[in-house]
Nanobody, 123 residues
Framework: VQLQASGGGLVQAGGSRMLSCACSGLSSSYTVAWFRQAPGKEREFVAAIRWSGGRITYADSVKDRFTLSRDQDKNTVYLQMSSLKPEDTAVYYC??????????????????WGQGTKVTVSS
């Protein structure tokens, strides 16, 4: 399994940004997730999607602002971020693993990680 995250950059508060995670080697049993880590903070769950389709899960902090989708033809998962806030500033990581409904938000459920892509939201 290989994951390649991209799309980070500087954006003004209230703006939008799309992150991409190019995936390879995944099977239908995998879940692909985004986590983020702000300076001095723990890495936290953002959103996840089953690679086979269906269940999408969001953290409460991003619900109604972020949208997760996947394009199986392109083997890519997209995180569309809107109404960005300064507190969304973080390094964003995509991850893949055989997470269950219970463990979807657990960092430990994901054994494969891409490199991070930094998002900075200016106020």
């Amino acid at each position: 399994v290989q994951l390649q995250a991209s799309g980070g950059g500087l954006v003004q508060a209230g703006g939008s940004r799309m992150l991409s995670c190019a995936c390879s080697g995944l099977s239908s049993s995998y879940t692909v997730a985004w986590f983020r880590q702000a300076p001095g903070k723990e890495r936290e769950f953002v959103a996840a999607i089953r690679w086979s389709g269906g269940r999408i899960t969001y953290a409460d902090s991003v619900k109604d602002r972020f949208t997760l989708s996947r394009d199986q033809d392109k083997n890519t998962v997209y995180l569309q971020m809107s109404s960005l806030k300064p507190e969304d500033t973080a390094v964003y990581y995509c991850a893949a693993g055989r997470a269950t409904i219970t463990t979807t938000t657990w960092r430990s459920a994901y054994g494969h990680w891409g490199q991070g892509t930094k998002v900075t939201v200016s106020s």
